[in-house]
T-cell receptor, first 113, second 116 residues
């Protein structure tokens, strides 16, 4: 099956720092999604990307759909305590019969006081 | 809208017991799916449904059964629980199963299952 490599696995940063994480795939996706999961909760959609090269922002978050369609990037600027959590990328093919989401293994973000 | 709801939130089972995890959505979404989340493995698809009366297997379907008699509900049944099924289970729904606008999946809060 499709594989999504997400890196880094974990990050320890200080409040105010910028954060970057990425996902790479062994195959092409037509949609990239970025989710955040708080402890004890389900993933919540942050940003959705639908076109190669697309750059989309949601407040301090910016995500990009790689031009090869095999990767995506998420940046968080000026991190704050509520950014703590696990960030997941997910890719989806839009071909009929292959609509399932493939998830990355997550990046755990911790903010050091 | 309540979104996607799941019950129970926590459950402890003994090996061999059966149970049903409930999932409901009130967004009139056609596509619903069940995932399990294990440490270091992200979310893995168990079963999914593209509409009432239609279900299909995901990546890890063994030991689980689903049915979709209505658009709103998509229960997951554990036939004979095993310790390997200890996990956090998430239900998700979306308007469309296909890539593109409107296909974003919304997740429920999860069910934490322990099998002893």
């Amino acid at each position: 099956g499709q594989q999504l490599n997400q890196s880094p696995q974990s990050m320890f940063i200080q409040e105010g720092e910028d954060v970057s994480m990425n996902c790479t795939s062994s195959s092409i996706f037509n949609t990239w999604l970025w989710y955040k999961q708080d402890p004890g909760e389900g993933p919540v959609l942050l940003i959705a990307l639908y076109k190669a090269g697309e750059l989309t922002s949601n407040g301090r978050l910016t995500a990009q759909f790689g031009i090869t369609r095999k990767d995506s990037f998420l940046n968080i600027s000026a991190s704050i305590p509520s950014d703590v959590g696990i960030y997941f990328c997910a890719g989806q093919s839009s071909n009929f019969g292959n609509e399932k989401l493939t998830f990355g293994t997550g990046t755990r973000l911790t903010i050091i006081p | 809208n309540a979104g996607v709801t799941q019950t129970p939130k926590f459950q402890v089972l003994k090996t061999g017991q059966s149970m049903t995890l409930q999932c409901a959505q009130d967004m009139n979404h056609e596509y619903m799916s069940w995932y399990r989340q294990d440490p270091g493995m992200g979310l893995r698809l168990i079963h999914y449904s593209v509409g009432a009366g239609i279900t299909d297997q995901g990546e890890v379907p063994n030991g689980y059964n689903v049915s979709r008699s209505t658009t709103e509900d998509f229960p997951l049944r554990l036939l004979s629980a095993a310790p390997s099924q200890t996990s956090v289970y998430f239900c998700a729904s979306s308007y469309s199963p296909y890539g593109g606008l409107g296909n974003e999946q919304f997740f429920g809060p999860g069910t934490r299952l322990t099998v002893l």
